[in-house]
């Protein structure tokens, strides 16, 4: 299984709402990352976890919460965004010893009303 | 932060065509990657250089890792129209992951039959 999967592929969320987003991998990697891609942008890296603890957060708002509650599963919970948080968020895993060598899920298209 | 050079930013070409695309860097690299990403979906990795002068083919694709380690070039050969979409380079610096994967702006490649 080399696919990293991620729910829900779309969401619309009012500015008061409280979402979470969910990827999923089962390669056995123990690196996983959240990152934000604006429409025709590079994604950009929001946080880190290795071996299920944050080791990077790229000075992301509060409004993002990251979770790890296993070596297979990232979720990023979202609060009181604003419109401007509209993207694709794109989960990542890798292995520990590799961590350059990263695949990514196919995203959460998030509008933010 | 260290940022990659990108070119050319987008092309548009024939079917058929062979396609050159590359990657620069004021810093040196430890590894290059180059991904594609379709519409509404991840980026994929397509092809990972590990060693400075490093020719690497996957398919019609060959990319190699410069000398310097500071640049990289992508070739698509026989061009399809499946081909379409926007290929990132990504590098992992020499000093380490703490950032993580640095991209670049990416390449739009349109194929018009």
């Known amino acids: 299984d080399t696919e990293v999967t991620q729910t829900p592929k779309h969401l619309v969320m009012g500015m008061t709402n409280k979402k979470s987003l969910k990827c999923e991998q089962h390669?056995?990697?123990?690196?996983m990352y959240w990152y934000k891609q604006k429409a025709k942008k590079p994604p950009e890296l929001m946080f880190v976890y290795s071996y299920e603890k944050l080791s990077i957060n790229e000075s992301v708002p509060s409004r993002f919460s990251p979770e790890c509650p296993n070596s297979s599963l990232l979720n990023l919970h979202l609060h009181a965004l604003q419109p401007e948080d509209s993207a694709l968020y794109l989960c990542?895993?890798?292995?520990?010893?590799?961590?350059?060598?990263?695949?990514f899920g196919p995203g959460t298209r998030l509008t933010v009303t | 932060g260290q940022q990659l050079n990108q070119s050319p930013q987008s092309m548009f070409i024939q079917e058929g065509e062979d396609v050159s695309m590359n990657c620069t860097s004021s810093s040196i690299f430890n590894t290059w990657l180059w991904y594609k990403q379709d519409p509404g979906e991840g980026p994929v990795l397509l092809i990972a250089l590990y060693k400075a002068g490093e020719l690497t083919s996957n398919g019609r694709l060959t990319a190699q890792f410069g000398i310097t380690r500071k640049d990289s070039f992508l070739n698509i050969s026989a061009s399809i129209p499946s081909d379409v979409g926007i290929y990132f380079c990504a590098g992992f610096p020499s000093g380490g992951g703490a950032d993580g994967l640095t991209f670049g702006k990416g390449t739009h490649l349109i194929i018009q039959p």
């Open positions: 390669m056995g990697h123990r690196a």
């Open positions: 990542a895993s890798s292995q520990t010893q590799r961590e350059y060598e990263q695949y």
